[in-house]
């Protein structure tokens, strides 16, 4: 089977030649992990914000989102095996 390969953006490149040779402890990556989930993490907190201060986002449209469903309906033809 032939897997699709998607070109590599330059920020992929970029970050892939800073580790390049690299090797890390157990927590060194743990930490590294944090460090990056926190940065989006940030930047979601960020576009939330301002999604509600520009009134894009109200109580009554969360309700809505915590009510949506979401989901795949599971079908069983399309499992593998």
């Known amino acids: 089977m032939n897997a699709v390969q998607t070109p590599l953006s330059p920020q992929q490149l970029e970050i892939l030649s800073i580790f390049n040779n690299k090797s890390f402890s157990e927590s060194e990556w ?3 992990k944090e460090l990056i989930a926190s940065f989006f993490v940030k930047k979601s907190i960020a576009l939330s914000k301002g999604a509600w201060e520009a009134g894009e986002m109200n109580e009554e449209k969360a309700e809505a989102l915590l009510r949506e469903h979401l989901r795949t309906t599971y079908h069983p033809e399309n499992q593998a095996g």
């Open 30 to 32: 743990k930490e590294l």
